[in-house]
């Protein structure tokens, strides 16, 4: 199976940082992978998808490039309520619907 | 607004069933694909399966294949997930979603446990 692998597993940055979060693919998979946020005892929120698009609603600090097998995740800069877990998710080569591991954005 | 309500989640022992619900509203529920997704204690999100908008086509993760089956009445705007020989590790959050990940319920706790 195709796995995601994102770095760094957690982080921690201050409120106004740029930060940045990438995946890599095992095998190619074009533009198909989204970006999600989940805080604590909520479910995954969708920020981007198709790698660069912005889901309606999402701050457009949020940003997503990449292709083919490296991508990232950018917030521009840190909010407060930014602080969670973020993952990266293919749906080029389906099933399965692969999930990175996560990345936890921590407060400094 | 679209709304995804997970029910039926709950406190099982080993080797035992439960059956979980998803009804949804605010949007055409046949014409979506809709996927279950879990989350272990402590640990990551694991994408469970998915049933096709006119539940034609079903898939599931290695790790639930001939265990759990997925379902759907779209007469009822319901989604199921039909948990069988539970274990240990089965224990979890599990989400219901639509087929682009773009909408999910709150998730229903499964606990698997003597």
Redesign the interface.
């Known amino acids: 199976d195709l796995q995601l692998t994102q770095s760094p597993s957690s982080l921690s940055a201050s409120v106004g940082d740029r930060v940045t979060i990438t995946c890599r693919a095992s095998q190619s998979i074009s533009s198909y992978l989204n970006w999600f946020q989940q805080k604590p005892g909520k479910a995954p929120k969708l920020l981007i998808y198709a790698a660069s698009s912005l889901q309606s609603g999402v701050p457009s600090r949020f940003s997503g490039s990449g292709s083919g097998t490296d991508f990232t995740l950018t917030i521009s800069s840190l909010q407060p309520e930014d602080f969670a877990t973020y993952y990266c998710q293919q749906s080029y080569i389906t099933p399965p619907w692969t999930f990175g591991q996560g990345t936890k954005v921590e407060i400094k | 607004q679209v709304q995804l309500v997970e029910s039926g989640g709950g406190v099982v022992q080993p080797g035992g069933s439960l059956r979980l619900s998803c009804a949804a509203s605010g949007f055409t529920f046949h014409n979506y694909g809709m996927?279950w997704?879990r989350q272990a204690p402590g640990k990551?999100?694991?994408?469970v399966a998915?049933v096709r908008y006119n539940g034609s086509h079903k898939?599931?993760?290695?790790s639930v294949k001939g265990q759990f089956i997925i379902s759907r009445d779209n007469s009822k705007n319901t989604l199921y997930l039909q948990m069988n020989s539970l274990r240990a590790e089965d224990t979890a959050v599990y989400?219901c979603a639509n087929d682009?990940?773009?909408d999910?319920?709150?998730?229903t706790q499964v606990t698997v446990s003597s």
């Not at chain 2, 990551?44 to 994408?47: A, D, N, V, Y």
Request: proline share 0%; charged share 15%.
């Open positions: 996927h997704v990551g999100l694991e994408w998915f898939y599931y993760a290695d989400y682009r990940l773009g999910w319920g709150h998730g």
